[in-house]
T-cell receptor, first 115, second 117 residues
Framework: DGGITQSPKYLFRKEGQNVTLSCEQNLNHDAMYWYRQDPGQGLRLIYYSQIVNDFQKGDIAEGYSVSREKKESFPLTVTSAQKNPTAFYLC??????????????FGPGTRLTVL | AQKITQTQPGMFVQEKEAVTLDCTYD???????LFWYKQPSSGEMIFLIY??????QNATEGRYSLNFQKARKSANLVISASQLGDSAMYFCAMRELFSGGYNKLIFGAGTRLAVHP
């Protein structure tokens, strides 16, 4: 079955540590995205990537970094520079095209808690 | 800037009844897309339905339909014959075109739907 996987499901981080969240997709989608969700709120875009080795900052990129070395993978690193990293992180992918709605499909999410 | 507004923080509906979740949007673009997603308590975002700005018919997907009123800039989700499993958060989102041809989604704050037996 095609889909998007995220790991781990739960992650605990001590202050000052960097942590990396994994996102893998086997949908053959070109575009991948990272969103952050805080309690009772909608999603906000952190980073996105349309092709391998290219990515762009979203609305709240400060304190985060990404890489896109393979089409299937788009890991997100939450650095110690991110002041309030406790949140739910969702990865998504889509197949952009002139005749497609470019629907984004989401993974199950990673819940990050800073201790 | 584009914006999505969901004015209902919470809604209640009796099982087997229909419910409408409101969504209004603001954009100056002529071409745009509107999406509805469901988020159960487990957290994953499940795509429900899509409406393109040039689509003349309202979108339907099973028990879900989108009441698209372009002049009013509204894209309300209608769930018919509610089921207990429909209890979840529902998010309305709009596709925004970035420079360079990239798309991103702008999300509303969501509506929590509770279906009562």
């Amino acid at each position: 079955d095609g889909g998007i996987t995220q790991s781990p499901k739960y992650l605990f981080r001590k202050e000052g540590q960097n942590v990396t969240l994994s996102c893998e997709q086997n949908l053959n989608h070109d575009a991948m995205y990272w969103y952050r969700q805080d309690p009772g709120q909608g999603l906000r875009l952190i980073y996105y990537s349309q092709i391998v080795n290219d990515f762009q900052k979203g609305d709240i990129a400060e304190g985060y970094s990404v890489s896109r070395e393979k089409k299937e993978s788009f890991p997100l690193t939450v650095t110690s520079a991110q002041k309030n990293p406790t949140a739910f992180y969702l990865c998504a992918s889509s197949f952009p095209g002139l005749s497609t709605p470019d629907t984004q499909y989401f993974g199950p999410g990673t819940r990050l808690t800073v201790l | 800037a584009q914006k999505i507004t969901q004015t209902q923080p919470g809604m209640f509906v009796q099982e087997k009844e229909a419910v409408t979740l409101d969504c209004t949007y603001d954009t100056s673009d002529q071409s745009y897309g509107l999406f509805w997603y469901k988020q159960p308590s487990s957290g994953e975002m499940i795509f429900l339905i899509y409406q393109g700005s040039y689509d003349e018919q309202n979108a339907t997907e099973g028990r879900y339909s989108l009441n698209f009123q372009k002049a009013r800039k509204s894209a309300n989700l209608v769930i018919s014959a509610s089921q207990l499993g429909d209890s979840a958060m529902y998010f309305c989102a709009m596709r925004e075109l970035f420079s360079g041809g990239y798309n991103k989604l702008i999300f509303g704050a969501g509506t929590r739907l509770a279906v009562h037996p």
